[in-house]
């Protein structure tokens, strides 16, 4: 396969990627830090220095994989930022706007930039958007991630709903707790500012063995895998849900709202709350 990674420079991006590598796959990296002993180290790996953030750069890059690649198997968006972190009405306000830009613009112009060339695949193609981290409830102190990655998922879900009838497949993946650069970042900031749970959280993550990434990264294999065909516009978690059984739900999944963000009313908790 032609794959294209964003955030393939660390964290999950990157051991995802030597991962598909080492398969025989076709990898291009993008990612704001140098990859170039990445790439001297595999004939299959090409990169680029590119903040997703920015549009412009992800459209120079992308012109770069359509002059050499005839089509592209997969999109595989990684790239993310813990950002700004604290209560939400004491943050400054231009680093929450750029923690939601290099999160959700970030996915989106990845999307956006690279559509064009996933349609040409001979496959059925594959996109997939990383959440998690405060996407489906809420999480005090990272209102900035949270709502980018909430919004990720609606993002999936909108592109899903207008390719009805394509051969594209888009979905969300919430990885789970597993110990990258943000896991650091969040035991360098300190309980006062990241709160206790939080905190303790993250020390649990650097001291966990290897299972989690292992198993996120081996339901980005099975989305990637004809398995999943027809399955889109789901969120799903790489930890806690049945994915390798889900190829016998697509009916189901296809037909209701399994897996996807919606709003709870009293009805689905049993109870009626009348009017007056």
């Keep these: ?152 998922v609606r993002l999936v879900e909108t592109i899903a709903e207008e390719g009805r009838g394509t051969a594209l497949d888009i979905n969300a993946v919430a990885p789970g707790p597993i110990h990258t650069r943000m896991t650091d970042e969040i035991v360098a900031f300190g309980p006062a500012v990241t709160g206790q749970a939080e905190h303790e959280a993250a020390l649990k993550q650097k001291t966990a063995d290897g299972s989690a990434m292992t198993r996120a990264l081996d339901l980005v294999e099975w989305l990637l895998s004809p398995a999943s065909d027809g399955i889109s516009g789901r969120l799903i978690s790489a930890q806690w849900d049945p994915w390798p059984q889900l190829d016998r739900h697509k009916d189901e999944l296809g037909a209701g709202d399994i897996y996807t963000l919606r709003r709870i009313v009293p009805g689905d908790r049993g109870k009626q709350w009348d009017a007056s």
């Design 1 to 152: 396969m032609h794959l294209v990674i964003t955030g393939s420079s660390s964290g999950i991006g990157r051991v995802l990627a030597v991962r598909l590598l080492n398969q025989g796959h076709h990898v291009w990296g993008l990612a704001r830090s140098e990859q170039s002993a990445a790439v001297a180290a595999s004939g299959t790996f090409r990169a680029s220095r590119c903040d997703v953030a920015d549009w412009n750069q992800v459209a120079r890059v992308a012109r770069e994989v359509y002059g050499d690649w005839p089509h592209l198997d997969a999109l595989v968006c990684c790239a993310g930022l813990l950002g700004a972190v604290g209560p939400a009405t004491s943050l400054d306000q231009s680093h929450w706007s750029a923690t939601v830009r290099a999160n959700l613009e970030g996915t989106y112009h990845a999307i956006r930039a690279f559509h064009d060339l996933l349609v040409r695949a001979p496959r059925r193609a594959k996109i997939i958007c990383f959440s998690g981290g405060g996407a489906t409830r809420a999480r005090p102190r990272f209102s900035a991630y949270g709502a980018a990655k909430a919004a990720i």
